[in-house]
Protein backbone atom coordinates (compact mmCIF):
# COMPACT_ATOMS: atom_id res chain seq x y z
CA UNK A 1 0.00 0.00 0.00
CA UNK A 2 1.60 3.50 -0.95
CA UNK A 3 2.08 6.33 1.64
CA UNK A 4 -0.42 8.80 2.11
CA UNK A 5 2.83 10.92 1.58
CA UNK A 6 3.65 9.65 -1.62
CA UNK A 7 4.11 11.69 -5.12
CA UNK A 8 4.42 10.63 -8.90
CA UNK A 9 8.33 12.03 -9.83
CA UNK A 10 8.61 12.53 -13.63
CA UNK A 11 10.40 9.31 -14.24
CA UNK A 12 12.87 8.52 -17.58
CA UNK A 13 14.32 5.70 -18.88
CA UNK A 14 18.13 5.12 -19.86
CA UNK A 15 18.51 2.39 -22.15
CA UNK A 16 22.55 1.96 -22.52
CA UNK A 17 25.57 0.45 -21.06
CA UNK A 18 27.40 0.30 -18.01
CA UNK A 19 30.65 2.21 -17.63
CA UNK A 20 32.19 0.49 -14.32
CA UNK A 21 34.23 3.82 -13.66
CA UNK A 22 31.30 5.55 -13.20
CA UNK A 23 31.87 8.43 -15.03
CA UNK A 24 29.66 7.84 -18.84
CA UNK A 25 26.99 5.37 -19.35
CA UNK A 26 24.11 4.19 -17.37
CA UNK A 27 26.48 5.29 -14.52
CA UNK A 28 26.70 8.89 -15.94
CA UNK A 29 22.93 8.39 -17.01
CA UNK A 30 21.35 7.70 -13.65
CA UNK A 31 23.30 10.78 -11.64
CA UNK A 32 22.34 12.99 -14.66
CA UNK A 33 18.74 12.31 -14.09
CA UNK A 34 18.43 12.60 -10.22
CA UNK A 35 20.83 15.81 -9.93
CA UNK A 36 17.60 17.21 -12.76
CA UNK A 37 15.03 16.16 -10.16
CA UNK A 38 14.18 12.92 -12.42
CA UNK A 39 13.58 9.70 -11.24
CA UNK A 40 15.41 7.58 -13.18
CA UNK A 41 15.45 3.66 -14.38
CA UNK A 42 17.71 2.01 -16.63
CA UNK A 43 18.01 -1.02 -18.99
CA UNK A 44 21.04 -2.41 -19.32
CA UNK A 45 22.45 -3.92 -22.92
CA UNK A 46 25.97 -4.17 -22.33
CA UNK A 47 28.49 -4.13 -19.23
CA UNK A 48 31.90 -3.05 -20.21
CA UNK A 49 35.04 -2.74 -18.03
CA UNK A 50 36.01 0.94 -18.19
CA UNK A 51 38.24 3.63 -16.63
CA UNK A 52 38.87 7.32 -17.50
CA UNK A 53 42.02 5.80 -19.62
CA UNK A 54 39.77 3.26 -21.87
CA UNK A 55 37.93 0.42 -22.91
CA UNK A 56 39.31 -3.37 -21.60
CA UNK A 57 36.36 -5.54 -22.23
CA UNK A 58 32.37 -5.20 -23.16
CA UNK A 59 30.38 -7.73 -22.91
CA UNK A 60 26.78 -7.06 -24.71
CA UNK A 61 23.46 -9.09 -23.07
CA UNK A 62 21.44 -11.51 -25.42
CA UNK A 63 18.52 -9.69 -27.19
CA UNK A 64 15.94 -11.49 -25.19
CA UNK A 65 17.22 -10.02 -21.73
CA UNK A 66 17.20 -6.32 -22.82
CA UNK A 67 13.69 -6.90 -24.18
CA UNK A 68 12.87 -8.57 -20.42
CA UNK A 69 14.26 -5.47 -19.31
CA UNK A 70 12.12 -3.06 -20.87
CA UNK A 71 9.02 -4.84 -20.63
CA UNK A 72 9.38 -5.33 -16.98
CA UNK A 73 9.64 -1.39 -16.39
CA UNK A 74 6.79 -0.33 -18.81
CA UNK A 75 4.46 -2.75 -17.56
CA UNK A 76 4.66 -1.52 -14.08
CA UNK A 77 5.55 2.40 -14.73
CA UNK A 78 4.99 5.49 -16.83
CA UNK A 79 7.92 6.32 -18.29
CA UNK A 80 8.08 10.03 -19.17
CA UNK A 81 11.44 10.02 -21.43
CA UNK A 82 13.83 7.78 -23.03
CA UNK A 83 17.10 8.38 -23.13
CA UNK A 84 19.64 6.12 -25.86
CA UNK A 85 23.23 5.55 -25.08
CA UNK A 86 25.24 3.37 -25.85
CA UNK A 87 23.96 -0.23 -28.11
CA UNK A 88 26.92 -1.86 -29.12
CA UNK A 89 25.71 -4.22 -31.51
CA UNK A 90 22.89 -4.59 -34.85
CA UNK A 91 20.63 -7.24 -32.77
CA UNK A 92 20.63 -5.18 -29.61
CA UNK A 93 19.62 -1.89 -31.91
CA UNK A 94 17.18 -4.21 -33.41
CA UNK A 95 15.57 -5.50 -30.24
CA UNK A 96 15.52 -1.55 -28.58
CA UNK A 97 13.83 -0.27 -32.44
CA UNK A 98 10.89 -3.02 -31.86
CA UNK A 99 10.53 -2.19 -27.82
CA UNK A 100 10.17 1.34 -28.78
CA UNK A 101 7.48 1.12 -31.51
CA UNK A 102 4.93 1.49 -29.05
CA UNK A 103 6.25 3.81 -26.98
CA UNK A 104 4.93 7.90 -27.50
CA UNK A 105 6.77 9.28 -25.35
CA UNK A 106 10.12 11.66 -26.05
CA UNK A 107 13.46 9.59 -26.99
CA UNK A 108 16.79 11.16 -27.07
CA UNK A 109 19.27 9.56 -28.90
CA UNK A 110 22.77 9.67 -28.70
CA UNK A 111 24.59 7.51 -31.00
CA UNK A 112 27.59 6.32 -29.40
CA UNK A 113 30.40 4.98 -31.81
CA UNK A 114 33.36 6.09 -29.96
CA UNK A 115 34.86 6.62 -26.39
CA UNK A 116 36.66 10.14 -25.40
CA UNK A 117 39.52 7.66 -25.26
CA UNK A 118 39.21 6.32 -28.82
CA UNK A 119 38.19 3.01 -28.17
CA UNK A 120 34.97 2.00 -30.43
CA UNK A 121 32.03 1.10 -28.64
CA UNK A 122 29.59 0.29 -32.10
CA UNK A 123 30.46 -3.08 -34.04
CA UNK A 124 30.99 -1.66 -37.54
CA UNK A 125 27.91 -3.45 -39.36
CA UNK A 126 25.70 -2.08 -36.28
CA UNK A 127 26.04 1.60 -37.74
CA UNK A 128 22.95 1.33 -40.96
CA UNK A 129 20.97 -0.27 -38.17
CA UNK A 130 21.15 3.41 -36.57
CA UNK A 131 19.22 4.78 -39.43
CA UNK A 132 15.79 2.96 -38.78
CA UNK A 133 16.16 3.79 -34.97
CA UNK A 134 15.90 7.20 -35.74
CA UNK A 135 12.95 7.57 -37.05
CA UNK A 136 11.97 7.27 -33.22
CA UNK A 137 14.14 10.14 -32.03
CA UNK A 138 12.93 13.52 -30.92
CA UNK A 139 16.22 14.32 -30.45
CA UNK A 140 19.51 12.94 -31.88
CA UNK A 141 22.75 14.37 -30.23
CA UNK A 142 25.91 13.14 -32.17
CA UNK A 143 28.90 14.68 -31.82
CA UNK A 144 31.07 15.60 -34.86
CA UNK A 145 32.97 11.94 -35.55
CA UNK A 146 29.26 10.11 -34.93
CA UNK A 147 27.61 13.21 -37.63
CA UNK A 148 30.61 12.28 -40.18
CA UNK A 149 30.29 8.51 -39.39
CA UNK A 150 26.77 8.66 -40.23
CA UNK A 151 26.24 11.02 -43.33
CA UNK A 152 29.66 11.69 -44.33
CA UNK A 153 29.37 15.62 -43.34
CA UNK A 154 31.74 17.58 -40.91
CA UNK A 155 29.30 19.36 -39.35
CA UNK A 156 32.37 22.66 -38.98
CA UNK A 157 29.89 25.15 -40.41
CA UNK A 158 26.25 26.71 -40.80
CA UNK A 159 26.00 24.76 -44.89
CA UNK A 160 27.32 21.75 -43.32
CA UNK A 161 25.14 21.26 -40.61
CA UNK A 162 22.85 22.06 -42.56
CA UNK A 163 23.38 19.31 -45.24
CA UNK A 164 23.80 16.63 -42.43
CA UNK A 165 20.35 17.36 -40.47
CA UNK A 166 18.63 17.25 -43.79
CA UNK A 167 19.96 13.86 -43.85
CA UNK A 168 19.01 12.73 -40.41
CA UNK A 169 15.35 14.86 -40.81
CA UNK A 170 15.50 12.06 -44.05
CA UNK A 171 15.80 9.18 -41.83
CA UNK A 172 13.02 10.39 -39.96
CA UNK A 173 14.67 12.27 -36.16
CA UNK A 174 12.57 15.07 -35.22
CA UNK A 175 15.43 17.32 -34.50
CA UNK A 176 19.27 17.27 -34.56
CA UNK A 177 21.66 19.00 -31.59
CA UNK A 178 25.05 19.59 -33.15
CA UNK A 179 27.39 19.95 -30.34
CA UNK A 180 30.27 22.17 -31.05
CA UNK A 181 32.76 21.14 -27.95
CA UNK A 182 35.20 19.69 -30.34
CA UNK A 183 34.99 22.27 -33.05
CA UNK A 184 36.72 25.56 -33.10
CA UNK A 185 39.01 24.58 -30.05
CA UNK A 186 40.80 27.55 -30.40
CA UNK A 187 37.64 29.83 -30.21
CA UNK A 188 37.08 30.92 -25.82
CA UNK A 189 32.99 29.77 -27.14
CA UNK A 190 30.86 27.10 -27.67
CA UNK A 191 28.00 27.16 -29.90
CA UNK A 192 25.67 23.82 -29.73
CA UNK A 193 23.07 24.68 -32.91
CA UNK A 194 19.60 22.41 -32.66
CA UNK A 195 18.13 22.59 -35.67
CA UNK A 196 14.44 21.25 -36.77
CA UNK A 197 13.01 21.23 -39.86
CA UNK A 198 11.51 24.91 -39.56
CA UNK A 199 13.76 26.71 -36.88
CA UNK A 200 17.63 26.75 -35.55
CA UNK A 201 18.40 27.43 -31.73
CA UNK A 202 21.95 28.29 -31.04
CA UNK A 203 23.25 27.64 -27.15
CA UNK A 204 26.61 29.60 -26.18
CA UNK A 205 28.59 28.62 -23.59
CA UNK A 206 32.22 29.83 -22.35
CA UNK A 207 34.76 27.44 -22.87
CA UNK A 208 35.99 25.28 -20.40
CA UNK A 209 39.85 24.47 -20.63
CA UNK A 210 39.62 20.94 -19.23
CA UNK A 211 40.76 17.40 -20.56
CA UNK A 212 38.28 16.28 -17.70
CA UNK A 213 35.63 15.03 -20.37
CA UNK A 214 34.76 11.63 -19.84
CA UNK A 215 31.01 11.15 -19.79
CA UNK A 216 30.11 14.58 -21.07
CA UNK A 217 28.16 13.43 -24.42
CA UNK A 218 25.81 10.41 -22.30
CA UNK A 219 25.30 13.33 -19.63
CA UNK A 220 24.63 15.83 -22.01
CA UNK A 221 21.87 13.54 -23.31
CA UNK A 222 20.46 12.41 -20.11
CA UNK A 223 19.94 16.17 -18.80
CA UNK A 224 17.85 16.93 -22.24
CA UNK A 225 15.80 14.15 -21.53
CA UNK A 226 15.35 14.84 -17.80
CA UNK A 227 13.77 18.02 -19.22
CA UNK A 228 11.28 16.78 -21.52
CA UNK A 229 10.82 14.25 -18.89
CA UNK A 230 9.75 17.30 -16.84
CA UNK A 231 7.80 18.72 -19.51
CA UNK A 232 9.74 21.23 -20.71
CA UNK A 233 9.57 22.23 -24.39
CA UNK A 234 12.72 21.08 -26.73
CA UNK A 235 14.98 24.24 -26.56
CA UNK A 236 14.70 24.68 -23.06
CA UNK A 237 15.89 20.87 -22.00
CA UNK A 238 18.92 21.83 -24.74
CA UNK A 239 19.40 25.11 -23.06
CA UNK A 240 19.52 23.93 -19.32
CA UNK A 241 21.54 20.33 -20.43
CA UNK A 242 24.27 22.22 -21.99
CA UNK A 243 24.29 24.51 -18.73
CA UNK A 244 24.48 21.53 -16.73
CA UNK A 245 27.15 20.04 -18.55
CA UNK A 246 29.20 23.53 -18.25
CA UNK A 247 28.81 23.05 -14.52
CA UNK A 248 29.72 19.47 -14.43
CA UNK A 249 32.65 20.46 -16.67
CA UNK A 250 34.24 23.89 -15.16
CA UNK A 251 33.97 21.87 -11.88
CA UNK A 252 35.37 18.35 -12.88
CA UNK A 253 35.87 15.40 -10.41
CA UNK A 254 39.60 14.47 -9.83
CA UNK A 255 38.89 10.38 -10.44
CA UNK A 256 41.34 8.28 -12.16
CA UNK A 257 44.39 9.19 -14.63
CA UNK A 258 42.07 11.71 -16.74
CA UNK A 259 39.35 12.60 -14.47
CA UNK A 260 35.48 12.94 -15.48
CA UNK A 261 32.86 15.26 -15.70
CA UNK A 262 31.22 16.16 -12.02
CA UNK A 263 27.91 15.38 -11.12
CA UNK A 264 27.46 16.43 -8.52
CA UNK A 265 27.50 20.06 -9.28
CA UNK A 266 24.28 21.82 -8.61
CA UNK A 267 21.84 20.34 -10.81
CA UNK A 268 20.60 23.55 -12.42
CA UNK A 269 24.00 24.95 -13.61
CA UNK A 270 25.60 28.42 -13.91
CA UNK A 271 22.36 29.66 -15.86
CA UNK A 272 24.19 32.92 -16.81
CA UNK A 273 26.68 30.90 -18.33
CA UNK A 274 24.83 29.78 -21.21
CA UNK A 275 22.87 32.26 -24.06
CA UNK A 276 19.87 30.90 -26.15
CA UNK A 277 19.00 32.41 -29.13
CA UNK A 278 16.25 31.10 -31.65
CA UNK A 279 15.98 31.99 -35.34
CA UNK A 280 13.39 30.64 -37.27
Same mark, same amino acid.
Given at each position: ?7 RPP??L????S???? #? ?15 Y ?5 V??T??N????E ?28 G??? *???A ?5 D??? %??? #??V????VM ?8 L ?6 A?T ?5 ? *??? *? ?13 ? %? ?13 E??? +???LF?G ?6 ? +??VR %??L???S??? $? ?15 ? $? ?19 ? +? #? ?21 HL ?6 L %?????VT??
Amino acid at each position: MRSPNSERPPYALTIASSDSSG #GAGIQADLKTMTRMGVYGGSVVVASTAQNTRGVESTYVLPPEEIRAQFDAVTADIDVDAVKLGMLA *TEAAIRTVDDRLA %DYD #GPVVVDPVMVATSGDRLLDADAVDAYTDLFERA *TLL *TPNADETEALTGVWP %DGPDAREQAADQFFEWGT +DAVLFKGGHLASDS +DTVR %DVLLTPSDRT $TVTADRVDTDHTHGSGC $TLASAVASGLAQGNDLQRAVA +D #GVSFVHSALARPADVGANGSVNHLVDGEGPL %DAVDRVTEP
